[in-house]
């Protein structure tokens, strides 16, 4: 139904911004009985709040998915972690000294952190956090986590609050990797019952179902409101839009225009952005995508303001490279329109590069994940009209991963990309040619030594023009098909407050409460 919608407005407004209407009248409020539910939770002052997808690997040293990451936000810690407006802010560790060689940081670790053992957090739990990230030898340890601590030489306690890294070079960016979890020592069940230093502890879990957290009594710093929430995965759009109207779930983010337009005005809708670069992200290493020119003729045959107009009424912002706004001491915006509508320019590339007919492509899209599902239809309109004959192969996110990410075996695919942290390396390191994030097989050797150059800065001023220098390089190269970073509209329970969007993929619930 939604796809008609999208190709019938597509066909008939010829190309025009056009407004996606809702599938509802607007009158789903819930019935007697969710309403009573409603009322006892907020009376045992708990939420539930609809995820897409299941959290993956609970280890917060090897999550790699967004999704999975924005949970575990309000379980970990790390010495600093990010705050709403990108700034680093003092965790476990109280503060910190650096050496006028920038070679030798010392931390003070903050008095009263517990984990959610009820355990005290010492120097030890340090140490061990960091020598696990840094573990090459752990295959399952984040490789950005492996990289990034590669640069310490040696970690040690001088007592049970100081913990001094020294490092083998100046890093600029190892502050912003901190934010890595601290975590017990020889703690062995990290997968499964997840313990940090957090507002929230780990409650329970139902695979594919749920995942509970609690209010952590004894946390170090401003305690949540919140006794109890539910993430209920949702994986299935419908099914989500019923639970709303139903009022069978309090909060839900990344929704669709069409379908915050469905719900009662028992919801209060924010809007911010998901920070995260939405692309067709693009095999190069695949036929015909190993060809620069036809790289850069589909870039030409995208109208992003349009995809923007007809999948979100104009909401979201359109992106030209591989670093989204809210990364704004690295952000390009002159590389937005780099490649502006053109779809003859487009037909003529098609055709230098041997394609002069077109070709047939397909591609895949997890199905749980309406925006992108949404905009892969207009997206395949867009390059109909220059002769390229693309196909969306819907996907449930296991065999995504799967397929996709880990083995490669795709054309093109439309997803997000999301930074961990505030910097710009997390976000290009993934286009180096040895990258195993690297999953649309980039290769560029002259990226490859500039960004080596990068890491090895001295120089904030110069480290940053240089990952502009490999923004840029991304661009003109047509590395993948650049759209937006989506708005994330939000819909929340109009008698709660404090939700509060980040620059990284995070949900923070410590500051969610019912009003009076």
Known sequence: ???????????????????????????????????????????????????????????????????????????????????????????????????????????????????????????????????????????????????????????????????????KQPDLELLNFLTAAIVPANYDKLDTEPCGTGPFKFSSRSVKENFVIEKFDEYWGTPASLSKVTFQVYDDSTALVNALQAGAVDLCSKLTSAQTAQLSDSYTILEGTMNLVQAVYLNNNAAPFDNEKVRQAISYAINRQQILDMVADGHGTAVGSSIYPKLAKYFLPELVNYYEYNPEKAKQLLAEAGYPNGFDMSIAVISSYQPHMDTAEVVVEQLRAIGVNAEVVPMDEATWADQVYKNRQFQATINGLAAKNTTASDMLARFVSTNGKNFVNYNNSEYDALYAQAQACTDDAQQTAIYKQLETMLTETAANLYLQDLANLVAIRSDLTGYQFYPIYAMDFSTVAYSK
């Open 1 to 167: 139904m939604k796809k008609n919608k999208i190709l019938s407005l597509f066909l008939a407004l010829m190309m025009i911004c056009a407004v996606l209407p809702g599938c509802g009248d607007g009158s789903g409020s819930g019935t007697e009985g969710s309403n009573g539910l409603q009322a006892e939770r907020k009376a045992n002052n708990e939420i539930v709040a609809a995820i897409a997808e299941d959290l993956k690997s609970l280890d917060p040293h090897s999550s790699t998915t967004a999704g999975t990451r924005e949970v575990l936000f309000n379980i970990y810690e790390g010495l600093f972690k990010t705050g709403p407006d990108g700034e680093l802010i003092p965790a476990v560790a109280e503060k910190y000294t650096t050496s006028a060689d920038g070679l030798t940081y010392t931390f003070t670790l903050r008095d009263g952190v517990r984990f959610h053992n009820g355990n005290a957090v010492t120097a030890e739990d340090v140490i061990y956090s960091i020598k696990r990230c840094a573990d090459n030898e752990g295959s399952a340890i984040d490789s950005s986590l492996v990289s990034a601590f590669s640069v310490i030489s040696d970690v040690q306690a001088t007592d049970d609050k100081t913990v001094v890294l020294t490092l």
